[in-house]
């Protein structure tokens, strides 16, 4: 196979010293320039049912779609003397094809920050280290190719083809004709096809060569999966010869925000004259047929319904040119920053955010329509209300879906340059050679999605060092469109970013800029770090967002674990980086989703739902709540609202909360005389918000009263006193490995199996028992009673010695039979919670099952996880797991025999049940190789440590949530059975 540019006029002048693959000054030859999605339609009825998704583009009779199979060929490098000669789907790519189907393609390969490839830029193929993957793959190179043929009444049309997105190089030939080259994997790439075709009806075959790595790769660092191929839709449009070839609107708000000016700019070939009609949400006409004189048109709209993500109000602008129609979704707001608060329509917004890779298990970065809107499912369902499109642009169809259903967008270029350091004279952003791709590469996503009323705000990349190339880069996104903030995290607080935009910032910290008079606007670009069992802690942020105007939130890292399909010998499980034989590679760094990569919530999920909830209540006085509407723009039209009153874990009363109609950001007071009343036991009065059946936002109240009491009665099936162990240690989670956990607390760690008996002493009853921890002159007494019928009367202290470190827990352990398997509570839940990670939980009363999960998909790639489960069993890479707090009392059985522990002394405990001891957590690299034990592990702990999550390679829990030395921490309970 020949490269198309070397053999070609292109190279064979002066114009490039070096193939343009490795040139950084050449992006693109005969690319058209960037330009929003258009669908040239026949009719009315079809553009509007295409704007409005109800129809695919391919249903306008000037779109043909070229996804499908196309003939495919792999080579290991260029002079490859062996290609694997295939057929694949379009879109796909091609290491996800070939690890599912065994076809010898290089391998899927994550890594974070170091490069796949050779570092010695512009180059990307020189040899790398023996032991990368690239080293046997040096220049892997996908070439495509099928036929299609073009309609009759195309003829005098120009053809144009568009290719949604390429990895990450793309060099082209129609009918043996080179075409064009393109670079920037996450914009569109168009080509004028027109002088290549041949006449209608007859075959025409094109070829696209993909080229895994070029220069162009040096600014495609993100932390992903690297991955190749046509993955993205491509299509061919046919347009006018004289016609529209672009559009776009801005609309302006008066100094009311209540009536509107709409600018419509439109780049007409051959002087065809254009009309435009303006629709409402509902489908009545605005106005009809203006002409849009010389491509220019400016439109006064009296008072509009404004979009914004909690009224995402679309109006429909129909362009009819050269006799065909146009239509596109728009939306009214406008977006400013004053006194350093970011406003939407003149309110001060709250960014409730995540970060968001496009990326699938089955499909890797191809998303359909469908993987799209489950997504924003799973955002509305969790309170989500903005995404950062992390680190690159979007699939045009997330945008639409996005405008429809009320998203606030960050969106961002597509430069990432991680390996290259940052304070470095050599970094991309300061040579000027490297210029010019900034610029395109920023100033195209400009151009592409300018329309899109969901996006608030412009990104020109991540973690790129900076330079002058963003100082042109900020400019130049200005120049295009003076409607939005342009923000880089790299920038700090400089003049080339509007938003002081950090990430990882500790709380403390965001308080100290936010404070004094900020400079800007502080919206966190990433924060709050989802890796495994984390996001503790986050409510923080959120207090500090209520008390400091400028602190308006952030964006999760982040949405989803970038898990992939991997078929082994055990069947097929969810892997990460190296699960491929990949190198270099950062293991399961990118599983940092609060969902998985089924979209399934991890447990900390749940108190990010809490922390961006927008109804909220507060206890004012003994039976009267205060309800405040936390959305900014809309009433509580259609959300009702719920109460119960909870005496010793049982609902004692309940009933409805009214708060219909209640504007925004408005409060009410509602009585519940229930909850003023007196009476024996402990009380917790819980209410919850529901629109559409789903429940929004809870909250809930300790009301006074002391934790249950009752007779302990048994008959004999407490555990044995031998079985009741120390423990001070857990399993590490993906956070303690990144804060050196095992060599900072490794004293803890064999603590309690090294403990020594000192003394017993029996009176009665009772014996009580002196023993040394092998952890400084740490001790515990441990004291036991033998109640009438067999219950264990348990209370234990344990004196931690001063100077040592922070105690991962703090707890007794015992086991019971393998079959007892149905675990009730009352205490925290119903999901996993921490110390630190609770306020998303409610106190109640809670049922669930503690078996194994095998971690293993059946034929439909469900990993069958119990619905019920106690232990979450969907982190990708094992650890501490399953825990509850608060609790009063638990109770594990098998259906007919049951032990039930019961808190004294009005002291709670946090609980695990597993089915297999602790160790099983901390050797597995994956879930499916967990081994179940011959016995069911119980802990129950005074106190344990807190999950953290402010980041995942360092930062340490918060510090009231780590268990101190140099104190006496106390432990009491009754152990019953039946």
Not at 181 to 210: H, M, Q, W
Not at 324 to 347: H, M, P, Q
Not at 365 to 376: F, G, N, P, S, V
Not at 782 to 795: I, N, Q, S
Request: hydrophobic share 40%; charged share 20%.
């Amino acid at each position: 196979m020949k490269h198309l540019f070397l053999a070609s006029a292109f190279c064979a002048t002066a114009l490039f010293a070096a193939p343009p693959w490795e040139d950084p000054e050449v992006n693109a030859i005969n690319r058209l320039p960037a330009r929003s999605i258009l669908v040239p339609c026949r009719t009315v009825d079809t553009a509007l049912a295409i704007a409005a998704l109800d129809a695919e583009r391919a249903t306008s009779p000037y779109v043909l779609s070229l996804n499908g199979e196309w003939n495919f060929e792999f080579r290991k490098s260029p002079s490859d003397p062996a290609p694997k000669k295939d057929r694949i789907q379009v879109p796909s790519c091609w290491q996800v094809v070939g690890a599912a189907e065994d076809r010898g393609y290089d391998p899927p390969l994550y890594t974070n920050i170091k490069y796949p490839h050779a570092k010695t830029p512009p180059v990307a193929t020189t040899e790398p280290p023996k032991d990368f993957t690239s080293h046997a793959f040096r220049e892997p190179i996908g070439t495509y190719s099928r036929t299609f043929t073009t309609p009759a009444e195309w003829a005098g049309r120009r053809v144009v083809v568009h290719f949604g997105g390429v990895s990450s190089a793309l060099e082209l030939r129609v009918n043996g004709h080179d075409v064009g080259y393109s670079e920037d994997s996450r914009l569109p790439a168009e080509f004028d096809l027109t002088p290549y075709l041949k006449p209608a009806g007859e075959a025409n075959e094109i070829v696209a060569v993909v080229h895994k790595f070029c220069d162009g790769s040096y600014l495609e660092d993100q932390d992903f999966w690297r991955l190749s191929g046509l993955f993205r839709d491509v299509w061919l449009v046919a347009e006018a010869k004289a016609g529209l070839r672009d559009f776009h609107v801005t609309t302006d708000l008066d100094a009311a925000y209540v009536d509107a000016t709409l600018e419509i700019a439109c780049d007409v070939a051959g002087n065809a004259p254009v009309a435009a009609t303006l629709l409402d949400p509902a489908g009545r006409t605005v106005f009809a047929d203006v002409a849009v004189a010389a491509g220019r048109a400016s439109i006064a709209v009296k008072a509009p319904a404004l979009w914004t993500c909690e009224t995402p109000n679309l109006y429909t602008l129909v362009l009819k040119a050269g006799g065909d129609v146009f239509a596109r979704k728009i939306g009214f707001r406008k977006v400013e920053i004053k006194d350093s608060v970011l406003l939407v329509n003149g309110r001060r917004i709250l960014v409730k955010g995540t970060d968001r890779h496009e990326m699938m298990p089955t499909t890797g970065y191809t998303c359909t329509k469908a993987d799209m809107e489950k997504d924003i499912a799973v955002f509305k369902q969790l309170n989500v209300n903005a995404v950062r499109t992390s680190h690159y642009p979007n699939d045009p169809t997330w945008y639409d879906l996005c405008d429809r259903h009320g998203i606030w967008v960050t969106c961002e270029a597509n430069m990432e340059a991680h390996d290259m350091g940052y304070n470095k004279t050599n970094s991309f952003a300061k040579l000027p050679e490297w210029r010019n791709a900034h610029l395109e590469r920023g100033g195209r996503m400009v151009s592409v999605f300018r329309d899109h009323p969901s996006i608030i705000v412009w990104s020109m990349g991540n973690e790129s060092d900076f330079g002058p190339a963003f100082e042109k880069l900020y400019r130049l996104m200005h120049e295009m469109d003076a409607t939005r903030p342009v923000q880089y995290e790299q920038a700090h607080d400089n003049a080339f970013t509007d938003i002081r935009c950090p990430m990882y910032t500790r709380p403390w910290d965001c308080e100290a800029y936010v404070k004094n008079n900020p400079p800007k606007p502080f919206i966190l670009c990433e924060y709050a770090h989802a890796m495994g069992n984390s996001n503790g802690g986050i409510q923080k942020y959120w207090d500090l967002v209520a008390k400091y105007p400028s602190m308006q939130g952030g964006y999760i890292w982040d949405f989803v674990d970038q898990s992939l399909w991997h078929n082994g010998p055990n069947g097929r499980w969810l892997a990460y980086g190296g699960d491929f034989g990949d190198k270099p590679n950062d293991d399961n760094f990118c599983c940092n989703g609060f969902v998985d990569a089924l979209r399934i919530p991890h447990p900390g999920a749940f108190e990010i739902k809490h922390a961006y909830q927008n109804v909220h209540a507060a206890l004012k006085s003994a039976g009267v709540v205060t309800v405040r509407n936390g959305f900014i723009y809309r009433d509580l039209a259609g959300v009702t609202g719920t109460w119960e009153l909870l005496v010793d874990g049982q609902v004692s009363a309940k009933g409805a909360l009214d708060v219909a109609g209640l504007a925004a950001g408005a409060s009410k007071d509602v009585e519940i005389p229930a909850a003023a009343a007196g009476g024996p036991g402990e009380k917790f009065l819980t209410v919850r918000f529901f629109e559409k059946g789903a429940e929004i936002a809870h909250d809930q109240f300790a009301l006074g009263g002391s934790m249950v009491k009752k007779v302990f009665a048994s008959n004999g099936a407490a555990p044995r006193l031998a079985d009741l162990r120390m423990n001070f240690w857990r399993a590490p989670i993906d956070n303690d490995k990144g804060n050196d956990f095992a060599k900072r607390l490794a004293v803890w760690k064999d603590a309690g199996a090294g403990a020594k008996l000192v003394s017993t002493k029996t009176e009665g009853a009772t014996t009580t028992e002196e023993w040394s921890v092998p952890a400084g002159d740490s001790k515990a007494t441990l004291v036991k009673t033998e109640l009438p019928g067999g219950a264990l009367m348990v209370d234990w202290t344990f004196t931690a010695a001063a100077g040592l470190p922070d105690i991962p827990r703090v707890g007794l352990t015992f086991t019971l039979p393998k079959d007892y398997t149905k675990v009730s509570w009352y205490g925290m839940g119903p999901h996993e919670n921490y110390p630190d990670r609770a306020t998303g939980a409610l106190m109640g009363s809670w049922t669930a099952t503690a078996a194994l999960n095998a971690g293993v998909a059946d034929a439909q790639g469900d990993l069958g996880l119990l619905p019920d489960r106690l232990n979450p069993d969907n982190y990708v890479e094992p650890g501490e797991q399953g825990y509850r707090t608060g609790t009063r009392t638990l109770t594990v059985g098998n259906g007919a025999r049951e032990v039930t522990v019961t808190a004294l002394r009005n002291q709670s405990f946090g609980f695990n049940v597993w089915p297999y001891p602790q160790t099983a957590l901390e050797g597995p690299k994956h879930q499916w190789q967990i081994q179940a034990g011959d016995a069911m592990t119980v802990n129950i702990d005074a106190v344990q440590m807190g999950v953290g999550g402010d980041d995942s390679w360092g930062a340490k829990p918060h510090g009231e949530f780590c268990p101190k030395a140099g104190r006496t921490y106390r432990l009491s309970f009754v152990v019953t059975g039946k």
